[in-house]
């Protein structure tokens, strides 16, 4: 079950690790798009609003959860690549222990705070009701939520990219069967998109906890390894907390500028929200990245091989940069058809293009900052991340989009400008951290 990525061809193993988990990121996003497609093709502006406005909730909590699992995927992939099976095991059991606690506690509190969310996030009253009804079914499907991307970041930490690939594809494909279902065919409307992502969500767990029973491994967790452990727990949160933290606080960022697109009225609202859910899609490839250069760089320095690590990081960046130009000229070009996709209303569609025209530039920036995020990750060093992302957020992203919201109330190119110029920054401040950090490597060895 475990995959070695110490020695041989760096690009090849960073494609084997990268592909699978590509093709499960996308199919996990296709969850968020499937409902906001399906739902626009059966349901008004409100229905749009409502899901999208749900969804951007959703998906914060989703980033802070597998954010933490960045812990979990270091701390196992540091265990394989030092060679010690034991903690291994024991990393593993603390980690099913610490995450069903953490599951538990956060349902309780989202249930009893979900009508206060909605109020705070400024819904458009038509849409009020309906994103209150998509938010508490999804808010109970949070323990299976968890366990899902908790089983996969273990996968990941051992090598292993496919598995969880194969179980959500599974589940996104139950997802958009029963959206039909609940959307179009008994017309349930925000709930209907709700029940379609809660139970196959579900069903994905169902499957990975089958697999992992019945797959022949070497891993096998004892009720000792099931008690927290200070050491172990602590050194998943050393790397997974500031990730959560950072992942948490821009999808914060993503919601205040959405709440700031609300204030503006129903059509901005759900013109932004269709272009969140396409810049989800589109980011598929940074974030794979960030991803990739984490559980393998983390392995080699596991195996103290910093350069091996270094080489990884190089060959991420260039990759996403590339990746970043292609997409960027794309979208340029086939906005209205995009956004056509999701919405047959002329005018949200016009916003739209607006807003991901300028938005869609930091597809270029945002995959080099996530790469190098993903190597500050394996060397024990997430807050780096934490800091560059802060700064972005708090000195450009949010007071930049408030303020061109504000000079140009009916253009939302403007507002989509921030996003790209708070990315450079984060990408000049990796770049300082990592020279740095490599010098002072330089100087430990001599």
């Known amino acids: 079950m475990e995959n070695n990525v110490t020695s041989g061809n760096i690009l090849k193993h960073i494609a084997f690790f990268a592909i699978p ?30 899901v999208s406005n749900g969804s951007q909730v959703m998906h914060m909590l989703t980033a ?43 349902t309780l509190l989202l249930l009893i705070c979900v009508k206060t969310l909605v109020v705070l996030l400024n819904v458009p009253q038509e849409a009020m009701t309906g994103t209150v009804q998509y938010l508490v079914i999804c808010f109970i499907g949070i323990p299976f939520i968890t366990a899902y991307n908790i089983i996969s970041s273990i996968y990941r930490g051992l090598g292993d990219s496919k598995s969880p690939m194969y179980i959500i594809a599974i589940a996104c494909l139950l997802n958009i069967i029963l959206d039909y279902i609940f959307i179009g065919l008994f017309h349930m409307g925000p709930i209907g998109a709700a029940l379609g992502t809660t139970i196959s969500q579900s069903v994905s767990v169902i499957i990975a ?71 989800t899609a589109i980011f598929i490839i940074p974030s794979t990245m960030l991803a990739t250069v984490s559980a393998l760089s983390a392995q080699n320095i596991g195996a103290k091989d910093y350069g091996r690590a270094r080489t990884v990081l190089k060959y991420a960046v260039i990759i996403t940069t590339l990746y970043g130009i292609i997409v960027a000229l794309i979208v340029e070009c086939a906005a209205p058809t995009l956004l056509g996709l999701f919405t047959k209303d002329t005018t949200v569609i016009l916003l739209g293009v607006q807003y991901i025209s300028s938005y869609i530039i930091d597809t270029i920036f945002a995959g080099i900052h996530f790469s190098f995020s993903g190597y500050f990750a394996a060397d024990g060093k997430s807050y780096i991340g934490f800091i560059h992302n802060i700064i972005a957020i708090s000195l450009v992203r949010v007071p930049g989009s408030y303020i061109a919201s504000h000079i140009y109330p009916h253009n939302l190119f403007p507002m989509g400008l921030a996003a790209p110029l708070g990315s450079l920054l984060s990408v000049i401040i990796c770049l300082i951290a990592y020279r740095i950090l490599k010098k002072k490597d330089e100087l430990s060895v001599l």
């Not at 968020?32 to 008004?44: E, H, P, R, S, Y």
């Not at 701390?75 to 538990?104: D, P, Q, W, Y």
């Not at 697999?211 to 727990?233: A, C, G, N, P």
Request: hydrophobic share 50%; proline share 1%.
């Open 64 to 106: 802070i959860l597998v954010g933490l699992a960045m812990g979990v995927t270091v701390s196992i992939s540091h265990a394989v690549g030092a060679k010690n099976h034991t903690l291994v095991e024991r990393t593993i059991g603390n980690t099913i222990t610490l995450f069903a606690c953490i599951s538990i506690i956060s």
């Open 21 to 50: 988990y590509l093709l499960s990121y996308f199919l996990q996003t296709l969850y968020g798009m499937a409902d906001l497609f399906i739902i626009g093709q059966f349901n008004a502006v409100d229905g749009i609003t409502a």
């Open 209 to 279: 906890l089958i697999s992992m029973k019945y797959r022949t491994s070497d891993i096998h967790i004892k009720k000792e390894d099931l008690h927290l452990q200070s050491q172990v727990f602590k050194h998943i949160l050393k790397v997974g907390f500031p990730v959560a933290i950072q992942d948490g606080c821009i999808q914060i960022a993503f919601i205040i500028i959405t709440i700031i697109a609300n204030s503006r009225g129903l059509n901005d609202a759900a013109a932004v929200g269709i272009v969140e859910k396409m810049i």
